[in-house]
């Protein structure tokens, strides 16, 4: 039987879901990392998203119609609101740039869950979190204990949609850390010969870019994505 009302309504339907498809507003935290800034730079240029909202210490990015950079107190993030359908989280330091297991637990744990708990408290229904490869809450590893801790705390936020990507070793082609470019070779040598594939290095820009394909092509409810996953998702288009 032929039903005006139900093609009518699901034209419409079909309309708003390719508008709000090609108009999504995203917000940032962690913008002017290795990661970060190759994940702003891209969402700018994608058709598909209308704004972007970096939440930054100080300016970094030059003015672009669609970026909007907020100058933020990290220890006061709950108190803000802010608009957006996906959440971005890749801030990060290391130990030996923060001083101490204090203050890098400050970066990487606390900012990052507050950033999460404001990104719920204003209602964004997609929250991606850049972890690593090897968290665990019970881990007697610093490092890989706090990443677990944080995973599991965002997690308890019952986001819409929770990706948690947990890269090995991150390629960042401007780190002048000697030891880092050495693992970088070490691992993605290794996985040549189909060993420890989770180790390997993925670049900062692939990083970036695999996060958004994710969003704009997965509707999981929650899933954590390791590095082979991640490089597939890199050599795809949007």
Known sequence: LYTPGIKLSACFTSIFLSCRKNSMK?????????T????????????KVSMVTA??????????????????????LTDLEILGDIAFSCLGTTLEAAGSKEKQWKV????????AQLASKCR??????VSAYGSNKNSAIFYSSMKGKLEEAVVQLDFEHTYIFQPGMLDRPDTDR???????????????????????????????HA?????????????????PEIHELARQKI
């Not at 939440?55 to 006061?76: C, G, M, S, T, Y």
């Not at 996985?191 to 290095?201: I, V």
């Not at 996060?211 to 590095?227: A, P, S």
Request: positive net charge.
């Open 26 to 34: 995203v917000v940032v935290i962690g913008g002017s990392g290795a």
């Open 36 to 47: 970060g800034r190759h994940l702003v730079r891209e969402l700018l240029a994608s058709d």
């Open 55 to 76: 939440l930054l210490r100080r300016p970094f990015f030059e003015a672009h119609p669609k970026l909007n950079q907020i100058i933020v107190d990290f220890d006061h």
């Open 108 to 115: 990487d744990y606390e900012y990052q869950y507050s950033f």
């Open 124 to 129: 964004i229904p997609t929250f991606v979190l």
């Open 178 to 208: 000697k030891y880092e470019k050495l693992f970088v070779r070490l691992t993605n040598g290794i996985a040549k010969l189909g060993l420890f594939k989770n180790y390997q290095a993925t670049h900062v820009a692939d990083l970036a």
């Open 211 to 227: 996060m958004i394909v994710c969003v704009m092509t997965r509707k999981d409810k929650m899933k954590r994505i390791l590095t």
